[in-house]
């Protein structure tokens, strides 16, 4: 019981990796014999908990929770890799929040980052601090210093927690920071690997149901870029 209370309430945690770990307890619990009833409990109170988290509600209801939380390994690796091919090298590059895809995607020496501190959370403090330790030049700055980091910047790379045909779902502070990146005329890729695709039955939440997070339209984005062509 400690283990799924953990799950609900996890704020530091990017979207993939609580989802491979949402998948793992389903297993667990289905393993051990839970019912139906049970299982749907456990559905709605962890879809509740990460209403934003397109990658959560899939996990909650994949049919085969291992196979899902495998794809979600393999998809995360894969899109990381596939996004590097569109980055120049040694390339100047602003993020925000913490995304463990991100993270993975942007770990090589060649690039220099800039994270937006990312409040109220600061995840991108933690982002900064594990880039560096792969050995990758990178600085925090303000949020409010958005604009002169993308006016400086070749590429703005950011993860999603949701991706819909028409939304991605993401941190609040990446709707501002899409905005400025197409007045520099600066592209800005997403990098979400398909467990964070979610079907029509899904909607994005709004106000205080998901008040960290928000919706940016797919236009303002240059490229969405998963493992797959």
Request: proline share 5%.
């Amino acid at each position: 019981m400690t283990r799924f209370r953990d799950l609900l309430t996890d704020r530091s945690s990017g979207a993939a990796e609580l989802a491979v770990r949402v998948a793992d307890h389903f297993a667990d619990a289905r393993a051990r014999g839970a019912s139906r009833r049970r299982l749907a409990a456990m559905v709605q109170r962890v879809t509740e908990a990460h209403p934003a988290m397109g990658a959560v509600w899939n996990a909650a209801h994949a049919t085969d929770p291992l196979a899902f939380a495998r794809g979600v390994e393999r998809g995360r690796a894969r899109a990381a890799q596939r996004v590097r091919s569109f980055l120049t090298r040694g390339a100047k590059i602003v993020t925000l929040s913490y995304s463990s895809t991100v993270l993975a995607a942007l770990g090589r020496r060649d690039f220099r980052v800039t994270v937006l501190e990312s409040l109220p959370g600061g995840e991108g403090r933690q982002t900064a601090r594990l880039l560096r330790k792969r050995g990758v030049e990178a600085r925090v700055v303000a949020d409010s210093l958005a604009a002169r980091a993308v006016a400086d910047a070749r590429f703005v790379v950011v993860g999603a927690d949701a991706v819909t045909p028409r939304l991605i779902v993401n941190k609040i502070g990446t709707l501002p920071l899409a905005l400025v990146a197409r007045h520099c005329g600066v592209p800005m890729i997403v990098v979400a690997d398909r467990s964070k695709w979610v079907p029509k039955t899904w909607s994005a939440p709004r106000g205080s149901r998901a008040p960290l997070f928000e919706t940016i339209p797919r236009s303002l984005v240059a490229r969405v870029v998963s493992e797959r062509p």
